[in-house]
């Protein structure tokens, strides 16, 4: 008896470090998608970014909200990845020329440490965090309308403040999304994806958020 539980546990401790595996597989394969999205931007006429932008807003509305997306979510990631990293192109040329080569690339290790940090709080810190996702799914809701709105308005209070709601957002997002993979709520394509999403959203708002201040 003792024995088939400990070969059960052993089973599932295997199988849970498998499923991790191909977590970090799938988050390195959506920032390779996001590259040659990223690499593809520079050729894309500045009047497609308006439309791209509409069309990207569309597909996390519809993904939020509609359960028949689950039906094509591999197709939906990969399309959201690479149609974001073309939209981060001159986004990312706009900081590097606004705060230097050293800020810029400090700034994004300050995003990657922050990560890492809230990552080890949520799987090794804390029990159970899936009390979290309510209020963040409504925060994010929230902040995905105000960032489109944002689109259209040249008002940095109304940024700053985006800015640093989002970083706080999604660094709450990545504290919950490592508490599921600790917990084994998960698979592994979709969390690849979540934690993807997470990372960069970071990076792009603490360098929104260094431009705005050193503005």
Same mark, same amino acid.
């Given at each position: 008896m003792s024995y088939e539980h400990n070969y059960g546990t052993y089973q599932e401790i295997e199988s849970r470090g498998s499923s991790i595996r191909k977590t970090w597989l799938y988050f390195l394969y959506y920032w390779v998608i996001? @590259? %040659? @999205?990223t690499y593809l931007g520079q050729f894309v006429p500045p009047a497609l970014y308006l439309p791209i932008t509409i069309g990207v807003f569309a597909m996390i509305m519809i993904s939020l909200f509609t359960k028949s997306s689950r039906k094509f979510g591999g197709l %939906?990631?990969?399309l959201f990845a690479f149609l974001i990293g073309i939209l981060s192109y001159t986004s990312f040329m706009y900081y590097l020329g606004t705060l230097g080569t050293q800020a810029f690339y400090g700034n994004i290790a300050l995003a %990657? @440490? /922050?990560f890492? /940090?809230?990552g080890v709080l949520g799987y090794f810190m804390i029990d159970n965090a899936a009390g979290l996702g309510k209020y963040l799914f409504v925060t994010l809701v929230a902040l995905v309308i105000a960032s489109f709105i944002g689109i259209f308005l040249n008002n940095p209070i109304f940024h700053t403040i985006i800015s640093v709601i989002g970083i @706080? =957002?999604? =660094? =709450?997002?990545?504290?919950?999304?490592f508490n599921r993979m600790k917990r084994g709520q998960f698979s592994p394509r979709e969390m690849g994806f979540n934690l993807f999403i997470n990372l960069l959203n970071i990076i792009m708002h603490i360098l929104? =958020? /260094?431009?705005?201040l050193r503005d």
């Open positions: 996001f @590259g %040659i @999205g %939906i990631s990969n %990657i @440490g /922050a890492a /940090a809230f @706080g =957002l999604f =660094l =709450l997002y990545t504290v919950y999304d929104r =958020l /260094a431009s705005i």
